[in-house]
Every structure is written in structure tokens, then in C-alpha cells.
């Protein structure tokens, strides 16, 4: 009973720390100060702008696509997006956490996993703000920190679908007929 009393209290003070450390956060968008690290379209040259492009930031999972932060936003007229504030899942505050940023052309396809046309970022690390990591009362709140401090321009590309396997088999089984018909 001894040991189930000590890791009731060992677990409860744990969950305080984690929850007094707080939740990290970040701000979602592609400016620092009055720097704007443009997205551009597949020619390389024209940035990203309009209702008919979306971007979202997710948390890097070794390469792949982990939580999402915040919703999908379109680049305004001046190439800059904004998501606001956000907490950053499976982050805390006065850490640093790994982004990737996804963006697509909306005619090319409903959603990123869709679309034909789309990009996304490589990796790149912020800092997590937000909070009192050491839970210090004489420090003061932090704010959340731009992503943009590490984020860096990317390119959509066109994405060109594979052909089905069926349709190689039909043009394979095409050819045989051709050739038999030939002879």
C-alpha cells in the first residue's frame, strides 16, 4: 500500500510540472519583422498569393507529416500568411520544435494529399514559447516566437501521377496484339 501511496504522489507531481511548464506555442507565419519568406509557384519565380493556394504548418515527424498547427490559411495579396498564435502539440514551453510547412494549389486539388500541384518545406526548428519552463515566478510570460526565424522559401512542383498498374497492363497486353497481328 506503501508503494502505491509514494507513486500516486511521485505521478501527481509530475503532472503538476508538466502542466505548470506549459503548453509551447509559435507564431504561424511567414514573416519576421518585415521580412517575408515568400512561397513560389511551380516557375520558381511567382510567389504564392489569393484564395486559390492554401498553406498548414505540421510538426515534423522525422520527415513525415505529425500534428497539424492551426488551420489551413491562404497567402494574402502581399505573399504573407498568418495563423496567428498557436500551441504546438507534444511541445513546451522554452523548448524547440522541428515544423514543416505543406502548401498546394486549391484547383490542382481539394486537400494537400490530393493535389497535384503542392511543396513542402524541409524541416526546420523554432523555438517553443510561450510560458514559464522553470516555473520561476519572477519571469515574465513569454511570447510565442515566428516560425519564420528558421523557415525558408520552397517551390510547388507539378505532381504527375504514376499510371495504374492496370492501364501498363493494357498497353502491354495492346502491344502483344500489335505485334501478333504484324506477323
Given amino acids: ?22 503548453v509551447g506555442s509559435v507564431l504561424v507565419q511567414n514573416n519576421n519583422g518585415g521580412s517575408i519568406i515568400p512561397i513560389f509557384n511551380v516557375d520558381g519565380t511567382t510567389k504564392l498569393a489569393g484564395a486559390g493556394f492554401k498553406v498548414g504548418v505540421f510538426v515534423n515527424n522525422g ?35 522541428s515544423l514543416l510547412v505543406v502548401a498546394w494549389d486549391v484547383s490542382s486539388g481539394a486537400d494537400f494529399a490530393s493535389a497535384t500541384i503542392k511543396g513542402t518545406s524541409a524541416p526546420f526548428t523554432t523555438p517553443a514559447l510561450g510560458g514559464d519552463a522553470d516555473n ?16 525558408k522559401s520552397f517551390s510547388l512542383v507539378n ?10 497492363a493494357a498497353l502491354g497486353l495492346g502491344g502483344l496484339l500489335f505485334i501478333s497481328r504484324r506477323k
Fill in 159 to 168: 505532381i504527375v501521377p504514376e499510371p495504374s498498374t492496370v492501364a501498363l
Fill in 136 to 151: 520561476d515566478p519572477s519571469t515574465p510570460a513569454a511570447t510565442a516566437a515566428s516560425m519564420a526565424l528558421n523557415f
Fill in 1 to 22: 500500500m506503501k508503494r502505491v501511496l509514494q507513486f500516486g504522489i511521485a505521478a501527481l507531481a509530475l503532472s503538476q510540472v508538466v502542466a505548470n511548464a506549459g
Fill in 63 to 97: 520527415g513525415a507529416l505529425g500534428a497539424q498547427v492551426g488551420s489551413f490559411v491562404s497567402p494574402g495579396a502581399n505573399f504573407r500568411f498568418s495563423g496567428g498564435q498557436q500551441d504546438i502539440p507534444g511541445s513546451v514551453a522554452g523548448g524547440t520544435i
